[in-house]
């Protein structure tokens, strides 16, 4: 028993994510079964939007990933920093354009992502389109 009831309830799942566990398995993949069986032959608007991204998985990972890496490089000059501070290494890892201790709140972050996956729609439904349309094998991989 914990002081509150949300504490009692986490101690009672005890889920690990790394390395995963059994029950953390169960109530992250349980309940998205549930919702694609009930709601996986639904046709609407949204669902047909949604799609577009499912059909090109690897075009969107890509050109997304550069893009926001880049914008990050951008924010970063636009910070004022210098080009050498970006290259230097930050726990290790070379060519950040981070500074530890500085950023933008995980909102202004997830606001920005948003904004460019919706941006970039008519370039995933326009490659998407094309797939559909022509049968070079590479295009399979994309």
């Not at 050109?63 to 726990?91: D, K, N, P, R, W």
């Not at 997830?110 to 326009?126: A, D, E, F, G, H």
Request: hydrophobic share 50%; charged share 10%; with cysteine.
């Amino acid at each position: 028993m914990q002081p509150t009831t949300t504490p009692t309830i986490f101690s009672f799942l005890n889920v690990h994510k790394y390395p995963p566990s059994l029950l953390f398995m169960c109530i992250t993949l349980g309940p998205a079964f549930i919702f694609l069986a009930l709601f996986e032959t639904t046709q609407n608007k949204l669902t047909r939007i949604i799609s577009v991204y499912g059909k090109v998985p690897f075009f969107y990972y890509i050109l997304h990933f550069y893009i926001l890496h880049t914008l990050c490089m951008i924010l970063f000059f636009a910070l004022g920093h210098a080009f050498s501070e970006g290259m230097q290494s930050v726990s290790g890892i070379p060519f950040r354009f981070l500074i530890p201790g500085e950023g933008y709140s995980i909102g202004i972050v997830y606001l920005i992502w948003i904004l460019i996956v919706i941006v970039l729609y008519p370039l995933y439904k326009w490659f998407s389109d094309m797939k559909r349309k022509h049968s070079h094998w590479w295009l399979s991989y994309l």
